[in-house]
C-alpha cells in the first residue's frame, strides 16, 4: 500500500509539472466564439481530475467457487484535449476488493483474498455527443497481489489481472467539474491461481462505477 501511495504521488507531481508546462499553450490556444461573441474553450487544453468509485469483479474458476465482495477504485488522470471533443486520458488507479474463495463440498474451506491491482489506462475518449463521453483504450496492469491469511501463514493466491487488458466506458459531464463514468475492462487472458493445495486457471472482468472531479 505505501508504495501505490508513493507511486501515485509520483504522478501527481508529474502531472502538475505538465500541467504548467501546457498553461501558456493552453491560454493562448483560445480561438473561438460563439454566437454572441464570447470565448469558449480552448481549442487544446490539459484536464487534471481525481476519481473515486466501486469496483465488481466478474471471475470464473475451474476448481474453486468464487464470490467476489464490492470493492474501491481511487485514480488521477490527465486528458490531453483537443476541439472539447476528442482526447488522449491517462490514469494512475488503484482497486481493492475482497473475494470469498471456497472448494467444492468442502466444509471450513473458505477463506477471505484480499486483493490489490495497480493499473494505468490509456484511454481515446470522444467527447462530440453533448454531456456524453465513450472512453476506449488498454490497461496495463503492472502490478497485482492477491493473499489470504492462515492463523500460521499469509499465502498468494497470485494475480488476478493479467498485464494486458482492454477497457470500454461510457461517461456523462454532470457539470463542468463533475463526471460519472460506467467502465467494462476485460481481460484478454487467465491467471494462474492458488488456493488450499489446488492450482487452477481464473477468467475475470471488472465493472467499475468512478465520480470524477475535473480541475
Known sequence: MRGVIRYMALLLVALCAASSVSAQSQFSAYGH??????????????????????????????????????????????????????????????????????LPNASQSEQSVKNGVFEIPLLFSFRGLGPLRFNLGPVLSLAGTARYDLPEERIEFGRLRPTLALAAGVGVELSRHIVLEARYTSSFTSTENYFEGVMFSTTSHWLGFNLGYVF
Do not use: T
Request: charged fraction near 15%.
Open 33 to 102: 466564439a460563439d454566437y454572441n461573441g464570447r470565448i469558449g474553450r480552448p481549442r487544446s487544453s490539459v484536464e487534471m481530475g481525481v476519481h473515486l468509485g466501486a469496483s465488481y469483479m466478474l471471475s470464473s474458476a475451474d476448481a474453486v467457487e468464487l464470490n467476489p465482495q464490492l470493492g474501491i477504485r481511487g485514480a488521477l488522470s490527465m486528458s490531453l484535449c483537443w476541439n472539447e471533443y476528442v482526447a488522449v486520458q491517462m490514469e494512475l488507479a488503484y482497486i481493492h476488493n475482497k473475494i470469498d474463495a471456497a
